[in-house]
């Protein structure tokens, strides 16, 4: 078999150019924790001097990698592809791929003449939609004709578009070629093992080759696949992201192995997502038992591969047909039969502009926190505390907390402000709609931070999260979220050091389980 | 001479519509079925009948009894 080939292929991507610009984003990311005391551009927000202009034009308004571009641009996804060429225990293909988005929740599925249809109307409502991936439930490359046919379709009107397809690695290879005639963006691999004998656990089997292959085979072929599709996208200057589910007992500590070796062939970003599961997803591991990680669990780990590479942080696992901006869901607009019914005009010149307007208004936000930086204490340089933060996007607290259905949580030290994850907190039975209801679990999702920042707040919930000891704040409402975090920051430090407040370790919070349904 | 698919079943996934080496597997009212004269249990073309190893669900693509097993020519 060819397998042998990929292990010499690893050394041959050494030295391109491609490698160095990695290398540099990697670096780049890291300057928070630098020795010059993290000045200038930390963060991915501003053009860094040390980035290829190149990967920075591909990588700025994608909201897979950046945070901050998530405010501003969108993504959307449409779901043409429902066949899978493996299985994985975390997956009931009942519903969608827990890869890229969440089980329990089905998209509706379309043809690829359908789907760009829709793609289209959507990029002519929404400017700031400018990805497309192809959801789940199913594997792009196990369906090729139908996802390259959307891809076509989609390039012919709208090349400004930006391509994306998540795949588990197995069909990759035999694929690389023709996505990379296409103006394909990135590539998501999902890889939750690099050694087999963790893969068995996760993988029941994989079809390959007409044939259904189980066991330690199975998770050892969709391995080489998986590492030789990687090499063969770095080689071609293909950019590709590394998804992995972190399941508890299985491969969470291997996962620091597989952020290794992923960042050695290439991978410029890496996602660990908390394993989701419930009894009623149908799911092995939901069956089982199988517990997915806390949140102090997940930010360990994701701590402890930061070093390593650039980690991504913001991964909603979200539900895949959503359309729009952060929490907010605009998919009920674009039905197949409203879509089929629309007159679409597309305007890339004024797609263009509002794009450059947006583009404004996110260097704005990061300036604003640049010149708040100045004077943090350095002598509490050990001091880390989290906040969690309403938002509805553009970079500022601008949500009401009992409107809020997730929270952005930012980890503040005097490194300045750096985001660290979400919490969602809709509720995943739609029953309560009570605040009485909803509290406690909102409570529970930002146990571990010192305060919440919001537009605005009822006196009830005010005193439920004061006894909880979390500082509900509402005086930063509608200003820049960095820039209020560094502000509040200081004056945490300040009283700290009075004595007015006693710094103290906060306990874990909840991941929630359940899709995300923005209502 | 076939296999049939339990329609209840079915995810409609499509993955095993490809896979038939004989195209006896198409969609019908939102699931998939087997035209039960096409099928050739795979015989001649692969060791495992292709729409059983690519099926998430087990238990979906069955032999369909009220047929007689295919006897290759
Ligand atoms: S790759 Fe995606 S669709 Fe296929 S089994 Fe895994 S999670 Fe499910
Ligand atoms: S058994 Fe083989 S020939 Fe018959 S329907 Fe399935 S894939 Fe086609
Ligand atoms: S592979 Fe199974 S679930 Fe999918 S369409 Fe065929 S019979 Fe239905």
Known sequence: ?519 | MAFKIISSQCTACSACEPECPNNAIREKDGTFIIKPEKCSECIGYFDEPQCVAVCPVDDTCVIDNSYPRYVAA
């Open chain 1, 1 to 519: 078999m060819d397998n042998q080939a990929s292990v010499a292929s690893v050394e041959s991507s050494q030295g391109k150019p491609l490698d160095q610009v990695l290398q540099q984003i990697a670096e780049h990311k890291g300057c928070g924790t630098s020795s010059e005391g993290g000045k200038a551009s930390c963060g991915s927000s501003t053009a860094p001097e040390d980035m290829d202009p190149a990967i920075w034009e591909k990588v700025k308004n994608h909201p897979c990698y950046s945070e901050e571009a998530h405010h501003h641009f969108a993504r959307m996804h449409v779901a043409v592809a429902p066949a899978c060429n493996i299985q994985c225990n975390y997956c009931n293909r009942k519903y969608d791929c827990a890869n890229e988005s969440r089980p329990g929740v089905v998209s509706e599925k379309l043809t690829p003449e359908q789907a760009s249809r829709k793609v289209l109307a959507v990029a002519s409502t929404i400017p700031q939609m400018t990805v497309l991936g192809i959801a789940g439930p199913g594997d792009p490359l196990a369906n090729p004709e139908k996802t390259f046919k959307t891809f076509e379709l989609v390039a012919e009107t709208a090349p400004d578009i930006k391509l994306c397809v998540s795949t588990n690695g197995l069909a990759l290879p035999e694929h690389v070629e023709r996505l990379s005639q296409f103006n394909i963006d990135h590539v998501t691999i999902t890889i939750n093992m690099v050694d087999p004998e963790v893969g068995q656990h996760i993988y029941p089997w994989i079809f390959w080759k007409n044939k259904r292959w189980k066991g330690i085979d199975a998770a050892r072929i969709l391995h080489e696949h998986q590492m030789r599709g990687l090499e063969m996208l770095t080689e071609r200057g293909i950019l590709c992201k590394v998804n992995s589910v972190m399941i508890p007992g299985i491969n969470d500590k291997h996962l620091v192995e597989v952020n290794k070796a992923v960042k050695s062939r290439g991978a410029f970003l890496h996602n660990i997502m908390p394993l989701i599961s419930a009894p009623e997803h149908g799911t092995v591991f939901g069956l089982n038992g199988q517990r997915g990680p806390t949140a102090q669990e997940l930010k360990a780990l994701q701590d402890s591969c930061e070093g390593e590479m650039n980690m991504m942080r913001h991964c909603r696992q979200c539900r895949a047909d959503a359309v729009g901006l952060l929490g907010e869901d605009r998919s009920s607009e674009f039905s197949t039969e409203k879509v089929m019914e629309m007159d679409i005009q597309y305007d890339a010149e004024g797609r263009k502009a509002y794009q450059e307007k947006v583009e404004e208004e996110r260097q704005a936000t990061v300036l604003a926190k640049q010149a708040e930086m100045a004077g943090l204490e350095a002598e509490f340089s050990d001091l880390k505390v989290l906040i969690a933060v309403a938002t509805k996007g553009h970079g500022r607290v601008n949500e009401h907390f009992g409107h809020a259905q997730e929270f952005q949580i930012y980890e503040l030290s005097t490194q300045g402000s750096k985001f660290v994850g979400h919490r969602r907190v809709d509720l995943y039975c739609q029953g309560g709609y009570g605040e009485e209801d909803t509290l406690p679990t909102v409570i529970r999702a930002i146990n571990d931070c010192v305060a919440v920042f919001v537009a605005k707040i009822g006196g009830c919930p005010k005193d439920s999260l004061k006894a909880a000891g979390i500082d509900p704040v509402d005086k930063y409402a509608h200003e820049f979220i960095e820039q209020s975090a560094v502000k509040y920051f200081k004056e945490y430090l300040a009283k700290v050091k009075s004595g007015e407040v006693v710094h103290e370790v906060r306990g874990d919070a909840d991941i929630r389980q359940g899709a995300y349904i923005a209502a």
